[in-house]
């Protein structure tokens, strides 16, 4: 079973700066795609951040410019880098992998979730 362990949530002021992490338990090149998602209070959880097994990286149009996600296997961790946080960024943080396996005539998607780690921003 793969476990997901996030780290680095906080409370900050708008502006400021944190780094989460994402320990795996298996190499991160053993998923499709490794990734952050984020839920605020009586919204819906949202891709933020994804990093592709082969290194390539999406962000939702809000954190563009100001988030950066980055993987090290050899410490079988992923990382969001956020900068010039905003009150809009507070939110419930959880670390995503997934795997796709073949199935029939299709593929079956796995996804793996960490337990989530509070980000708060103040104004």
């Known amino acids: 079973q793969v476990q997901l362990v996030e780290s680095g949530g906080g409370l900050v002021q708008a502006g400021e700066s944190l780094r989460l992490s994402c320990a795996a338990s298996?190499?991160?090149?053993?998923?499709?795609?490794m990734g952050w998602y984020r839920q605020a209070p009586g919204k819906q959880r949202e891709l933020v951040a994804g990093i592709a097994s082969d290194s390539s990286t999406n962000y939702a149009d809000s954190v563009k410019g100001r988030f950066t996600i980055s993987g090290d296997n050899a410490k079988k961790s992923v990382y969001l880098q956020m900068n010039s946080l905003k009150p809009e960024d507070t939110a419930v943080y959880y670390c995503?992998?997934?795997?796709?396996?073949?199935?029939?005539?299709?593929?079956?998607?796995?996804?793996?979730w960490g337990q989530g780690t509070q980000v708060t921003v103040s104004s």
């Open positions: 995503n992998a997934h795997r796709e396996v073949p199935s029939g005539y299709g593929r079956r998607r796995f996804d793996y």
């Open positions: 298996a190499s991160i090149f053993s998923f499709n795609a």
